[in-house]
């Protein structure tokens, strides 16, 4: 499967952003799909992760409450709705495609990989 993230881009502390990834190759709605995302100097970290049908859903810590994953199994999309941003969201993010039942949080785990989308949130 081929995955290609779009949405990112430059706010302030405080502002929003919708990230979407869009799946093509297989049937989109046969797989989990997560988010991960990458700051300078950091190892890639887990960041949402959506099961089949739209549940469950994971998130870390540093995120709950201000971000939503959902998905379209129609538009064969996944999306990252990101508020109240920080700058420590600030992260090039990616979106990857697991074949597993179950959402994974552990990037091993995932079988496809989109290009990264750049966050920058600053004032």
């Known amino acids: 499967v081929q995955l290609q993230a779009s949405g990112g881009g430059s706010v302030q502390p405080g502002g929003s952003l919708r990230l979407s990834c869009t799946a093509s190759?297989?049937?989109?709605?046969?797989?989990?799909m997560g988010w991960f995302r990458q700051a300078p100097g950091n190892e890639r970290e887990f960041v949402a992760a959506?099961?089949?049908?739209?549940?469950?859903?994971y998130y870390i810590n540093s995120v709950e409450g201000r971000f939503t994953i959902s998905r379209d199994d129609a538009k064969n999309t996944v999306y990252l709705q990101m508020d109240n941003l920080k700058p420590e969201d600030t992260a090039v993010y990616y979106c990857?495609?697991?074949?597993?039942?179950?959402?994974?949080?552990?990037?091993?785990?995932?079988?496809?990989w989109g290009h990264g989308t750049q966050v920058t949130v600053s004032s």
């Open positions: 190759g297989r049937t989109f709605s046969n797989y989990c």
């Open positions: 990857a495609a697991d074949l597993s039942p179950i959402p994974q949080g552990v990037e091993d785990e995932y079988d496809y």
């Open positions: 959506i099961g089949l049908g739209g549940a469950p859903k």
